[in-house]
């Protein structure tokens, strides 16, 4: 069965810290997206990545980076947190092509609570 | 840019049916719909390319048409379990990345 896991599920963190969100498929996805969902805005791509240590900016990464050192791990990074940085955090991932025409898988989530 | 959903909100009896549309301002090349429960991870539905073809999963089919660049889901006969929030997602080309819409929340009640 196909599964995307993220490494917490709530996560309360203070102004200024420097916040790592984790990600990881067991399905050889080439692509992994991160994205944010808030109420009312939906789900907005912040960055994603097609290829391990690549990756492309999504629409709105501004006060994101991401890392991709392996395939199978996307890691999401808060530099510096703001509280306006507060929101669920939902990680997929999809193949490149093929018959599935890249469906994206998701993960349950994390919740992050910048104070 | 984000693709347009309408209706926002729906609420349904058991039963009822429901249509909920997404519209784009680019060419489509795909659209795919997926369903988020409270507290769950979206889930896909499924996949419509560019053809105007129709798909259909039980009761719930949908239609694509390039011309005008939307989408329409249809829920038939709802059950409680539909209930939940319908994304549709847009992919203008080769490109894998998609753009999601707002969101529509559906209730179904008994």
């Known amino acids: 069965d196909v599964k995307v896991t993220q490494s917490s599920r709530y996560l309360v963190k203070r102004t200024g810290e420097k916040v790592f969100l984790e990600c990881v498929q067991d399905?050889?996805?080439?692509?992994m997206f991160w994205y944010r969902q808030d109420p009312g805005l939906g789900l907005r791509l912040i960055y994603f990545?097609?290829?391990?240590?690549?990756?492309e900016k999504g629409d709105i990464p501004e006060g994101y980076s991401v890392s991709r050192e392996k395939k199978e791990r996307f890691s999401l990074i808060l530099e510096s947190a703001s509280t306006n940085q507060t929101s669920m955090y939902l990680c997929?991932?999809?193949?490149?092509?093929?018959?599935?025409?890249?469906?994206?898988?998701f993960g349950a989530g994390t919740r992050l609570s910048v104070l | 840019q984000q693709p347009v959903q309408s209706p926002q909100a729906v609420i349904l009896r058991e039963g009822e049916d429901a249509v909920i549309n997404c519209s784009s301002s680019?060419?489509?090349?795909?659209v795919h719909w997926y369903r988020q429960k409270h507290g769950e991870a979206p889930v896909f539905l499924m996949i419509?390319?560019?053809?105007?073809e129709q798909k259909g999963h039980d009761k719930i089919s949908a239609s694509f048409n390039e011309k005008k660049q939307q989408s329409s889901l249809y829920l038939t006969a709802s059950q409680l379990s539909y209930s939940g929030t319908y994304f549709c997602?847009?992919?203008?080309?080769?490109?894998?990345?998609?753009?999601f819409g707002k969101g529509t929340l559906l209730t179904v009640n008994p």
């Open positions: 997929a991932s999809s193949l490149i092509a093929g018959g599935n025409q890249n469906i994206q898988y």
């Open positions: 399905m050889d996805h080439e692509n």
């Open positions: 990545s097609y290829d391990v240590k690549m990756k």
């Open positions: 680019k060419a489509l090349y795909s």
């Open positions: 419509l390319l560019k053809g105007g």
């Open positions: 997602g847009t992919g203008p080309g080769s490109n894998y990345k998609l753009t």
